[in-house]
């Protein structure tokens, strides 16, 4: 199995800040990488798929970049709405897998 | 707007077998671009993919779950079904269902269920 390494597992930052996670494959992957977004009792949300390409809807705040074994979300200017945990998941290869998760908590 | 939602117990006895439903709304299972997946996500854990069903009823499922697992399709309700065997405290965890499409060559989970909590205790 492919094996997804997220980091940080957890983040502090404010209302307005820049944010990076960053995901990490096992072996490279190519550009099959999407991010998702969930909260408690809610459906998780899928922010970005093929590591670059923005889900319709999603604000252009998110955005993703990547290729091969290293990829990165970024929120440009983090809003209320987006405390939140984010997941990589990788679709090169069944099993498909995901990252352990990054929290992202109000500093 | 596609809408899913799982049902099933909350609660089941060690070494039985876990079922679930996911009932899909506001669209059709059937088609061939899209495959109905589950996925769990255990506490303190990242999420895990258990596996897929085509509305043809092909399946794909995790090799770690495989002997143990089952999905299920019944495209005169619009629903997919889950049965996983012989279950242990490590089955604990919030069940979701997903729809999973493919485009430019990549599969994701656009479509999410809110997910159900199942507790594997005696």
């Known amino acids: 199995d492919i094996q997804m390494t997220q980091s940080p597992s957890s983040l502090s930052a404010s209302v307005g800040d820049r944010v990076t996670i960053t995901c990490r494959a096992s072996q490279s992957i190519n550009m099959y990488l999407n991010w998702y977004q969930h909260k408690p009792g809610k459906a998780p949300k899928l922010l970005i798929y093929a590591a670059s390409t923005l889900q319709s809807g999603v604000p252009s705040r998110f955005s993703g970049s990547g290729s091969g074994t290293d990829f990165s979300l970024t929120i440009s200017s983090l809003q209320p709405d987006d405390f939140a945990t984010y997941s990589c998941?990788?679709?090169?290869?069944?099993?498909?897998?995901f990252g352990q998760g990054t929290k992202v908590e109000i500093k | 707007q596609v809408q899913l939602q799982e049902s099933g117990p909350g609660l089941v006895k060690p070494s039985q077998t876990l079922s679930l439903t996911c009932t899909v709304s506001?669209?059709?299972?059937?088609?061939?671009?899209?495959?109905w997946t589950w996925i769990r996500q255990s506490p303190g854990k990242g999420l895990e993919w258990i596996g897929h069903i085509s509305y043809r009823g092909f399946t794909h499922y995790n090799p770690s779950l495989k002997s143990r697992l089952s999905i299920s399709v019944d495209k005169s309700q619009n629903q997919f079904s889950l049965k996983l065997g012989s279950v242990t405290a490590a089955d604990t965890a919030v069940y979701y269902c997903?729809?999973?499409?493919?485009?430019?060559?990549?599969?994701?989970?656009?479509?999410w269920g809110q997910g159900t909590l199942v507790t594997v205790s005696s």
């Open positions: 998941q990788q679709s090169h290869s069944t099993p498909w897998t």
């Open positions: 506001g669209g059709s299972i059937n088609g061939d671009e899209y495959y």
């Open positions: 997903a729809r999973e499409g493919v485009l430019s060559s990549t599969a994701f989970f656009d479509y």
